[in-house]
């Protein structure tokens, strides 16, 4: 297969590409994609090539052996995948000019609804999806035009060493210093909603009543995290900090990335994770309209969500895709630990992205108003 590469951004925090692919590049789990169906062979089989955006590096090296070599084995249809830090600054660049290179991409949920509007994304043909991922992928991750493509969660990890099974399970017992003793950690990046929403959960509000994150429940959140902010030892900004720090005894709890967290575990590292109430974020797969190859581009979204190569992009890159139905196929330790398991995702509270990605009167966006408040916060 063929790679392009193409000049990426930063956005303000951390940077997703690196965390998805040191994700991947920790993974030691084996690929299940060596084999692929008749029926994908037969419906999906094709000619030429597809042109795919990728995050670069571990990332990219797992995705091609767990779906890109499968596809192009299955359909005669070769993946060019070109790599850059993130695809929205592309995706609006190519609009602009009137000329779209890419068939697939892999925008944030955050950034969906500005390129929607724009009408630069073809419906999906879910005729060509099989039962299988139809049935196990949730409707409100079946888009008209886009599909869940990755998943990570914010969750809450504790120190075995310390606590021996009775550590902290929820935000309410993290904030609670007398009955959970020990130095904590929070992510200190300027996406700071993920801390306001474990506030507010610890403060007493309703998971139902966390969006809209309005004004009043800002300075309820701001409030909140003050009574903690004595206990935090460290603020971590890079995805690998809070389960080192905790192997280093920095932590006794923190908030992680829960695919860092399930690493370690798989592992054999002395924590216990919880997804109760924790933040969820998902990122979307998507086909360009006006990609040189839209029809390949429909395969091969229909092949990424089959059961079992949904279950091999969740080995490759540690972030999985909605269909439940791969649980049937990753090893029995990942099904459970992995917030695509219902009875951890029926836990999480999912990130409102049409919220903070709507203007408010003075034309910032929610989410830019949050985090002004959020770091102005962080500076008292």
């Not at 925008?107 to 999906?124: K, Q, S, V």
Request: proline share 5%; charged share 20%.
């Amino acid at each position: 297969m063929t790679k392009r590469n193409v000049a990426g951004n930063q956005v303000r925090g951390l940077n997703r590409r690196s965390l998805i692919q040191s994700t991947a590049a920790l993974l030691s789990v084996p690929f299940v994609a060596t084999a692929t169906s008749a029926g994908a062979q037969e419906k999906l089989a094709g000619s030429g090539e597809v042109v795919v955006f990728s995050y670069g590096g571990s990332f990219t090296d797992g995705v091609r052996r767990a779906v890109y070599e499968p596809f192009t084995k299955a359909t005669g249809i070769k993946v060019v995948d070109v790599v850059a830090d993130f695809c929205e600054p592309q995706l609006k660049a190519m609009y602009s000019a009137g000329r779209m290179d890419w068939d697939v991409a892999f925008p944030d949920a955050r950034n969906y609804p500005e390129l929607r509007e724009t009408g630069m994304f073809e419906p999906i043909d879910y005729s060509l999806w099989d039962q299988e991922s139809l049935d196990g992928t949730p409707a409100d991750a079946r888009l008209k035009d886009a599909f869940v493509a990755g998943q990570t969660t914010i969750v809450i990890i504790s120190d075995e060493r310390v606590f021996k099974g009775k550590g902290p399970k929820n935000w309410v017992e993290f904030w609670d210093v007398k009955n959970f003793p020990g130095h904590r950690g929070l992510a200190g990046t300027v996406q700071g909603q993920q801390n306001i929403l474990a506030a507010l959960v610890a403060d007493g509000v309703s998971p139902k009543d966390i969006w809209p994150m309005t004004d009043d429940k800002l300075d309820r959140a701001f409030k909140k995290l003050s009574e903690l902010k004595p206990q935090i030892s460290k603020w971590w900004t890079a995805g690998g900090e809070p389960v080192q720090l905790l192997l280093n005894n920095e932590y006794a709890m923190s908030s992680t990335y829960n695919n860092r967290a399930v690493q370690a575990i798989q592992k054999g590292a002395p924590i216990k994770m919880s997804y109760d109430n924790c933040y969820h974020t998902r990122t979307f797969g998507t086909l360009m309209k006006g990609g040189p190859n839209i029809s390949n581009g429909q395969k091969f979204v229909a092949f990424l969500n089959r059961a079992p190569i949904a279950a091999a992009w969740t080995q490759g890159t540690g972030w999985p895709g909605s269909n439940v139905n791969q649980l049937k196929y990753l090893p029995a330790d990942l099904a459970e630990l992995s917030s695509v398991n219902p009875q951890n995702f029926s836990k999480v509270i999912v990130e409102d992205s049409d919220w903070l990605a709507a203007k408010r009167p003075d034309e910032k966006t929610n989410l830019a108003h949050v985090q002004e408040r959020w770091l102005a916060w962080r500076a008292q």
